[in-house]
Every structure is written in C-alpha cells, then in structure tokens.
C-alpha cells in the first residue's frame, strides 16, 4: 500500500521508511506538518502516519483540517505525546490509532494492516446477516426474524464486529481496541456490561442464542452447530 510518513526526525523517518519499502509498502516522507497536509489533500496513499510535534503545523492541526475538508484518509499518529489525555484528544479529532514512541516495528505493521483492513471492510459490506439476525449498517439498525431489536452505539459496534467475524472467536482486547479505541488493558468490565445488555436484546427474546462465551478468551456469534 501507499502511505504517507510526516516525521520531521530524519533519522526516525528513514528507519521507518526503510522498515516499510522492505514490507512491500510505498512511502513518501513529508518533514513539514503543511506540506503533509498538502499531500493529504490533493494525492492519493492509504494510510498516514504523523507525528504530533512538527514545524510549520502540528500533527494534530493536520487532521483536523483534512476531517474539516472532507478528508476520510486513515490515520495513525506515531508521537513521543503518550499521556492518556493526548491519546484521547488524537482520537476524539479523528484518528483511527495511536501508538506511542518508543514502539515495535511489528507492532506498527499490524496496525497499519488492521486499520486499512477496517476501511475496506466498512466500503464493501452494506449489511450482515448470521441465522435470521439482520444488521444494516446504513441505516443502523438490527432485527432479528423480523422484530426490530433498538440498540445504543456501543452496542451496535460490538454487533458489527461480532457479525463480521460469525463463527469465530473475537477477543476482549479486539472489542476494547475496535469498540473503545484502548489499546491497553484499562482493567475495567466495560465489556462484559456492554455483552450483557446485548445479550439480554439480541438472544433472550429468542429460543436460539446466538452468542456465546468463550472461556477466558471472548465471544463468538453463531447458530446452532
């Protein structure tokens, strides 16, 4: 894939670049927070991968002016900013991840592979169907033979995600990075409140349940087997 790096630390740039090219990327650095803005305006890539702190505009600066013009580009901030309140402001502005220097290479390349595959994901499916539980993803909405089945936000991401992956197991960390943006344990029940309300609308008016525990690892959404 295409992606745009704005790093104004050279040396971190051509470490990342090098990293990428041998991944079977293509990438072009910007060293200036307007001329990454430029390129994210009138090129074509990805993904982009900025920094926070650099000259002529900050990172953050950047995406907002891409959101405020219509921008959808994906982006990953890659910052040495690591206080909760960065990571929560880089994310609330648009940002569709967040990862902390110092990091592992590895670690940024499956990122950058999840966030595109989400992209993708979202442009080809316009709703998803698993054993009578209907999910359109347009007009956010979910029935299930038939019964309109009202569900909050969180709710309805979980739903998606679970759909998305019906027959296999979906891990506590995925729903907390791809539902709460976490990219961290925050040691909270967020998830298990949020699946029990699911649960008590999507399977307890119904003979059949559809979700299911899977012990000490996550859930799974299926028929009956």
């Avoid at 307007?34 to 993904?47: E, P, T, V």
């Avoid at 029935?143 to 506590?172: D, Y």
């Amino acid at each position: 894939m295409k992606i745009l790096l704005a790093e104004d630390d050279q040396k971190m740039a051509d470490y990342l670049t090098s990293g990428l090219v041998e991944s079977g990327h293509s990438v072009d650095h910007v060293t200036d927070g307007r001329d990454a803005l430029s390129y994210c305006l009138y090129n074509d890539c990805d993904i982009a991968i900025l920094d926070r702190m650099m000259p002529g505009m900050d990172g953050l600066s950047v995406l907002k002016a891409m959101r405020a013009a219509g921008k959808d580009l994906p982006v990953l901030f890659l910052t040495a900013m690591g206080q909760v309140d960065d990571r929560v402001e880089g994310l609330s502005a648009g940002g569709d991840d967040y990862l902390v220097k110092p990091f592992h290479f590895s670690e940024l390349l499956a990122r950058i592979v999840a966030i595109t595959r989400r992209q993708q994901d979202t442009a080809e499916t316009t709703a998803l169907d698993v054993d009578g539980l209907h999910l359109d993803l347009l007009a956010r909405t979910a029935t299930r033979q038939g019964t309109l089945i009202e569900l909050h936000a969180k709710e309805f991401a979980m739903l998606e995600i679970l759909m998305r992956n019906a027959g296999r197991v979906v891990t506590r960390t995925m729903l907390l990075e791809r539902v709460w943006n976490f990219n961290f344990e925050p040691n909270t029940t967020v998830v298990e409140t949020h699946m029990s309300r699911l649960r008590a609308k999507i399977d307890k008016p119904f003979d059949i349940h559809l979700i299911h525990t899977i012990r000490n690892t996550g859930y799974s959404l299926h028929g009956p087997r």
